[in-house]
């Protein structure tokens, strides 16, 4: 029992020294990290000459000439011509940093090069999946356009269908009109050369009557 007691003092005693080193590494992180971020905060405003609380890159770029900024990328392993480059990286699109993107984007690229590359690979694909979010949206507007013009080129092939019937209606209509006008043409004409026939008969009819009167006289 008594060895029990010590192993058992002696564990919970080694579990309080672990849970006090994890306390402190905590707390000494959390430190780290609001010094660190005091720091470049400060660089920010540094470098931000027209106080606007937002950097352009002329700013940005003008930044080489603070010693503290030189140091900081001399930690990030970033030459002065790959400034262009941490801007890139940095900004989210709109062409100016504020102190969010700024203190955030460093912390993330400190540390060994494959972190600034990492970076750099995550604002990439960010990019590129807000472009291939904006090609879908247009794909989706090209689609509507192309359904409305479907159906616009349906209607006016039922427009042009009934049209075409109507021609044809029409058509037929126009030459069976033409059949009847020429049939009451041919008739006519066959009755007038009819009553024209007719009426010589007469003539002669008459004439022939008279004729042995003015024999007699």
């Not at 849970?19 to 000494?28: L, P, T, V």
């Not at 955030?104 to 990439?124: E, F």
């Not at 006016?156 to 009934?162: F, Q």
Request: aromatic residues 6%; contains cysteine; charged residues 30%.
């Amino acid at each position: 029992v008594f060895w029990n007691l010590i192993t058992a003092i002696i564990v919970e005693t080694a579990f309080a020294i672990s849970s006090d080193d994890s306390n402190s590494q905590a707390r000494e992180l959390e430190m780290a990290k609001k010094a660190e971020i005091e720091s470049l905060t400060t660089i920010f405003l540094e470098i931000d000459k027209d106080h606007s609380g937002e950097l352009s890159f002329s700013e940005f770029e003008g930044a080489l000439t603070i010693p503290k900024v030189r140091q900081m990328l001399d930690v990030l392993g970033v030459q002065a011509n790959e400034l262009e480059e941490v801007w890139y990286v940095l900004d989210d699109g709109d062409n100016c940093l504020t102190i969010k993107e700024f203190t955030t984007g460093i912390r993330r690229m400190r540390g060994q090069a494959k972190a600034k590359d990492l970076a750099d690979t995550v604002k990439r694909l960010r990019l590129a999946t807000k472009s291939a979010g904006d090609l879908l949206k247009q794909a989706d507007g090209f689609h509507s356009s192309l359904l409305h013009l479907e159906d616009e080129c349906n209607r006016i092939s039922d427009d042009t269908g009934r049209m075409v019937g109507l021609f044809h209606e029409m058509y037929h209509r126009l030459n069976a009109h033409l059949d009847i006008c020429q049939k009451q043409n041919v008739q006519r004409e066959a009755a007038r050369k009819k009553a024209k026939l007719k009426a010589a008969q007469e003539e002669a009819m008459r004439a022939e009557a008279n004729q042995p009167d003015d024999e007699d006289e």
